[in-house]
């Protein structure tokens, strides 16, 4: 298969595929790390699909707080599908090959939606602010419309940002090796290969993804500073630790996710690719679509008690039949 092709400089343009380094340097230890992957990845689907299959099955969690978590659930399942089962089977061959158009597809979902992830965990924090702040206006003010259309600005954010970029990245020629030193297409490496002038897009792109990553996290901030004020005032000790608690699995993931995303994309790295550096974006993309399904289950009283309420149908409804 040809990769490249001499332009007029005398450079090598590539033309269809890139290599994806990744991993290789682990060599025989590549299996085991398959091994571990699949592992994470299967349980991180699971974990995602069953909450979404309990809030679907479980009229008292169809509020407004849990529609935004099966959009949530939905978006970790298709953030680290972008990812990991090209991983996995690149991990298993020699020949670690993708297509461009394979590459740009797969930087599409990984960039819409870790954008829309933090718009949606926005969203969050603004209901728990209505519903604590505000509850009297609760039920019109996050009515089945709105939680529709702050859903919708959500992915359309993080379309309209991210999909430009993409495609103006897209549009750059890439030539000399085609190797990438990363185990999925990135901004970075892919930015660091293109033969022409690429100060610009250098330019915007951290300042938007400083921006739409900073901007939804001051909302939330300023949501918690205005639901711990309300919270405190509350007269008994039960109230404040019940109002608390509805906030306890959100904030969880919040700081997760921020954490995740500060170390990945704002501590400064050298301009190559290090161990170091694919280590912490392999975490960014297999710890928070895990550990979101399993905060929400073990931190949140009413999704325990909706798991527990359908395993005890489904084993009567089991000895039933038999």
Not at 179 to 185: G, L, V
Not at 208 to 221: A, R
Not at 246 to 253: A, G, P, Q, R
Request: proline share 4%; with cysteine.
């Amino acid at each position: 298969m040809t990769s490249s092709k001499s332009d007029a400089g005398g450079n090598q343009t590539i033309s269809d595929v890139f290599i994806l380094v990744g991993f290789s340097y682990l060599k025989e230890l590549q299996i085991l790390l398959f091994v571990v992957l699949l592992f994470i990845y299967l349980l991180t689907l699971t974990g995602n699909l069953l909450v979404i299959l309990l809030i679907k099955l479980n009229p008292s969690l169809h509020t407004p707080m849990y529609f935004f978590l099966v959009n949530l659930s939905a978006s970790e399942i298709c953030f680290t599908s972008s990812v990991v089962p090209q991983l996995l089977a690149h991990l298993l061959v020699e020949e670690k090959t993708i297509s461009i158009a394979a590459c740009a597809a797969g930087l599409y979902v990984f960039a819409i939606i870790g954008l829309t992830q933090c718009c949606l965990l926005t969203a969050m924090a603004y209901d728990r602010y209505v519903a604590i702040c505000h509850p009297l206006h609760y039920t019109t003010t996050m009515s089945g419309r709105a939680c529709a259309l702050l859903v919708g600005a959500a992915w359309a954010a993080g379309i309209s940002v991210e999909v430009p970029l993409i495609m103006w990245i897209f549009s750059l020629p890439f030539c000399g090796s085609n190797r990438i030193p990363h185990f999925f297409c990135n901004f970075s490496p892919l930015l660091n290969m293109a033969c022409a002038d690429t100060s610009q897009i250098k330019a915007v792109g951290p300042m938007l993804t400083v921006m739409f990553t900073l901007c939804p996290f001051l909302l939330i901030l300023l949501s918690y500073v205005r639901i711990i004020s309300t919270i405190l005032k509350l007269p008994s000790a039960e109230g404040r630790r019940k109002a608390f608690s509805t906030c306890s699995s959100h904030l969880t993931v919040v700081t997760v996710s921020y954490v995740m995303a500060i170390i990945t994309y704002l501590v400064p790295k050298s301009g190559s690719t290090t161990k170091n550096d694919l280590l912490i974006s392999l975490l960014n993309t297999i710890v928070s679509p895990l550990l979101n399904p399993i905060i929400y289950t073990l931190r949140n009283k009413e999704v325990k008690g909706a798991l527990r309420k359908t395993v005890q149908k489904s084993i009567f409804s089991h000895h039933w039949r038999n």
